[in-house]
């Protein structure tokens, strides 16, 4: 009997080590090459699988609901959230569907499709590789270099729409550079890696925007003055990390990010108080438009929501 169950457990593991490759975070380009999406497995070939994934619905960081592997080949399921009677959606919109995942490893990276369950559009069709060790840290050993101010107060020169299809209505008038949605997000032409940067802008009643960090790191901007933090707030890294306080203005005023990024260390200051010290981006958020994570990216302001004016956007690269 002991014999018996040796050469059970023995057969079982080539598929148990299988599953396990699938282990750890990967960084998705999808065919279009529009967005990148991030994938983060743990416990594939045991009995307890876990996952996240950026970005399936609205961009927020999801949790897997299903794992397995079958022949080979991994399984994954993302159930549509549930109707929110307090937010009906619109009679036009398309409804929620289920996202079905499927993807094989092949010369290290993983091949994929996503298909919505029950929809008639053609799957789409994704690579994943593993996502770089980033051994940067913010140790104090950096050096400040010249700074180079983004922003020339006088025109678009330096920034480029993110996706030249869209009208772009981006205008600077009286030194200040303003969107008119719906746009297109802006990026800059210049990439940067380690760096501080310093952002004055603007917004009003209902605002939603964000500053993307090396074209992949979103820091959102939201009109949410005297509510509670929370992942998806103002100073937030979205959809990852809330501000440790709520240290918005009212709509209508000023408002400033001094923000720090050396590796994955991440420091915000909004409007002079520190609500991100040192955390660690762990992956991409739904803002990247690429996934090279260990390479140098552009800025991005997004534009295509609401209302944003920028006054000031000066960065300082950081070198040893």
């Not at 709520?246 to 990024?261: F, H, M, T, V």
Request: charged share 20%; glycine share 10%.
């Amino acid at each position: 009997m002991r014999t018996l169950l040796i050469l059970s457990l023995l057969a079982a593991c080539p598929a148990f080590s299988a599953g396990q490759d699938y282990n750890g975070r990967w960084d998705i380009t999808t065919a279009t090459g529009s967005r990148a999406w991030w994938l983060e497995l743990t416990g594939v070939g045991t009995p307890n699988p876990a996952g996240k994934f950026v970005s399936a619905y609205g961009g927020d960081l999801n949790k897997i609901d299903t794992i397995n592997v079958q022949d080979g080949e991994l399984h994954f399921t993302i159930l549509a959230p549930k109707p929110n009677p307090a937010r009906p959606r619109k009679s036009n919109r398309p409804p929620l569907r289920n996202s079905i995942f499927v993807a094989r490893l092949t010369g290290g990276k993983l091949e994929g499709s996503l298909e919505l369950e029950g929809s008639d559009r053609p799957p789409t069709k994704w690579t994943g590789v593993r996502a770089p060790e980033i051994k940067d840290k913010d140790d104090g050993t950096w050096k400040k270099g010249q700074p180079i101010a983004l922003f020339n107060g006088k025109d678009l020169t330096g920034w480029k729409a993110l996706n030249p299809a869209v009208p772009l209505t981006w205008t600077v008038q009286d030194g200040i550079l303003r969107n008119a949605p719906p746009t297109s997000d802006i990026l800059s032409e210049q990439k940067f890696w380690n760096f501080e940067a310093h952002v004055d802008f603007r917004i009003i009643e209902h605002s939603n925007s964000g500053i993307g960090l090396r074209g992949r790191y979103e820091i959102q901007i939201l009109e949410d003055y005297g509510q509670p933090v929370n992942t998806h707030g103002a100073g937030a890294l979205y959809s990852r990390i809330a501000p440790a306080v709520n240290a918005s203005k009212p709509p209508g005023e000023w408002q400033s990010y001094d923000i720090r990024l050396v590796g994955r260390d991440l420091t915000v200051v909004f409007n002079g108080k520190k609500v991100l010290d040192k955390v660690e981006i762990e992956g991409l958020t739904a803002i990247a438009t690429n996934s090279d994570e260990a390479e140098p990216g552009p800025f991005i302001v997004q534009g295509d929501h609401s209302y944003v004016e920028i006054k000031s956007f000066v960065v300082t690269p950081l070198i040893h």
